[in-house]
């Protein structure tokens, strides 16, 4: 196998935990956006949407979304379960993912986009060009905040996220909170269910990776 990772980025670094729970070794390659290399055709060549992470199977077949890459590792190498064991676990599993991904993850990257000069006519990943919003990057801030209370309201009743053990949802939601950093915005200091959480996830060794 091999994956192409990329070190400053979120989604790269939720595959990144992914394998490194699973306690596999895969030859990888780093990918720096900041210097466009996702663009250049030598990357393109291997996924033209020009998006990280990638891995590329024994097979040769290319994933190149992080969902489809966690439920190929899991089929692939199932322990430790990292996608739930029962079907009531793995509902849950993908339910709470696609939460961090759709109210964290994604107002995130929408208050980044549109608010960082880094990031002008570069609104949206992937090949094509688009303008900056700047009405966006204020709606995601407030997203951002949303996603806290929605958090804390879990983890008061949960130990993880989406059930009573570590899980993909929770490496989702540990990275998208923690880059939250980049747009300023913190576990609010009252949250104290989040914050035990986040401490806890921040200590395991996939997340020092």
Sequence with gaps: MLFYDCSTAPNP????????????EIES?????????????????????????????????????????????????PEPPLMGRTPDEKGLVMMWNAIAEQQGGAPVAEALRNGHPAFKDRAIPGPANHAQIPELAQRGIARVAQFFDVLEDRLSE?????????TLADISTFVFVDFARVIKMRVPEGNSATQAWYEAIKARPSAQI
Excluded: W
């Excluded at 670094?13 to 596999?24: D, N, Q, Y």
């Excluded at 949960?158 to 053990?165: E, K, L, R, T």
């Design 158 to 166: 949960s130990p993880f996220v989406a059930c009573d053990h570590f």
């Design 29 to 77: 390659r780093d990918i720096s956006i900041a210097a466009g290399e996702q663009l250049q055709p030598a990357f393109r060549a291997v996924n033209p949407r020009a998006t990280i992470p990638v891995l590329v199977t024994d097979e040769g077949t290319v994933l190149t979304e992080n969902l489809g890459i966690a439920a190929y590792l899991e089929a692939r190498f």
């Design 13 to 24: 670094r939720r595959a990144r935990m992914f394998i490194a729970e699973k306690g596999l």
